[in-house]
């Protein structure tokens, strides 16, 4: 059983230019969850989706930020016109349940020029 | 407001020292409570605790859980270099995790 997925693990961007971080959750989960980590910072909490709905997007940016986790297919965390600010590690994890164990991805860098 | 607190936020001990790792916490509908060891990569899942008064053991590492006292402890026996890293106390609530700054620790050879 594949553990959880993020592709790309590295990503680098100019200012101005989008980004997307793809995760694929472990087979059977349906809840996915976003996390923003800066250097020696904790995990942020961004947004909590099931399949095909946002249920909390409380810690997610109103502007330029987005979601998704369609029917089929990778979850998809989408940053508009990235700024230095964004440069982080934003980690993907999925559960079984809605309150159950998270499983981690190995997380996507980015990095903004 | 929900929240975890873990003391000490850092730690330095030698190798085969014991340490207790202290998380509290206050979240709305508690569900259970986590505990991470996170290197320099994505977190790893050590234990889930539900129930008071039951310790969770896995090799040198414990875990129990006080639903009273809102309050868990990690311990870790004869710790090894490789137990360096942050521990993070994660209590959920519905539909939510919380995520503290965890506790660094560091085991010096």
């Known amino acids: 059983n594949a553990g959880v997925m993020q592709n790309p693990r590295h990503l680098v961007r100019r200012r101005g230019q989008e980004a997307r971080l793809r995760c694929s959750p472990m087979?059977?989960?349906?809840?996915v969850y976003w996390y923003r980590q800066l250097p020696e910072e904790g995990l942020k909490f961004m947004v909590y989706l099931q399949k095909e709905n946002i249920i909390d997007e409380s810690g997610m940016p109103k502007e330029r930020f987005s979601a998704e986790f369609p029917k089929e297919g990778p979850s998809i965390l989408r940053i508009q016109q990235v700024v230095r600010g964004d440069s982080a590690a934003y980690f993907c994890?999925?559960?079984?349940?809605?309150?159950?164990?998270?499983?981690f991805g190995e997380g996507s860098r980015l990095t903004v020029l | 407001e929900d929240k975890v607190v873990q003391s000490p936020l850092s730690l330095v001990v030698h190798e085969g020292d014991t340490v207790t790792l202290n998380c509290s916490y206050e979240?709305?509908?508690?569900?259970?409570l986590l505990w991470y060891k996170q290197e320099k990569k994505a977190p790893t899942f050590l234990f889930m605790l539900?129930?008071?008064?039951i310790e969770k053991k896995s090799g040198r590492l414990s875990s129990i859980l006080d639903k009273k006292e809102l309050f868990s402890i990690l311990n870790i026996t004869a710790t090894q270099t490789g137990d360096s890293a942050v521990y993070l106390c994660v209590p959920s609530g519905t539909y939510k995790y919380i995520f503290g700054t965890g506790t660094r620790l560091k085991v010096l050879a």
């Open positions: 087979k059977g989960h349906s809840h």
């Open positions: 979240v709305t509908n508690f569900r259970s």
């Open positions: 539900t129930s008071s008064g």
């Open positions: 994890a999925s559960s079984p349940t809605p309150e159950g164990e998270l499983f």
